[in-house]
Nanobody, 114 residues
């Protein structure tokens, strides 16, 4: 079955960096688009980055230039490198995969202190 497991979250000071990883199994990984989403406290889920099978990427304006999404088809992992973190980046971050259904990981919490 499909499994997505996010890791790499934690507490970081403003201006710092974190690298999140989404380890997958059971997906059509090399053929698929993956996305990173986040849900800040008390707010709605938002998409922040996506990467296609052709390595095309797109980003939310709020993270453009600071975050980079990447994928490793051999390891079946999707990473999110985050730099210049701000308190507004505090959220639970999720990895998403879609085929006939939507699949989400359990999330990893990122807290950015000011």
């Amino acid at each position: 079955q499909v499994q997505l497991v996010e890791s790499g979250g934690g507490l970081v000071q403003a201006g710092g960096s974190l690298r999140l990883s989404c380890t997958t199994s059971g997906t059509y990984f090399s053929m698929s688009t993956f996305g990173w989403y986040r849900q800040p406290p008390g707010k709605q889920m938002e998409v922040i980055a996506r990467i296609t099978r052709d390595l095309e990427t797109d980003y939310a304006d709020s993270v453009k230039g600071r975050f980079t999404i990447s994928r490793d088809n051999d390891k079946e992992m999707v990473d999110l490198q985050m730099h210049s973190l701000k308190p507004d980046d505090t959220a639970v971050y999720y990895c998403r995969y879609t085929d006939t259904l939507d699949y989400w990981g359990q999330g990893t919490r990122v807290t950015v202190s000011s």
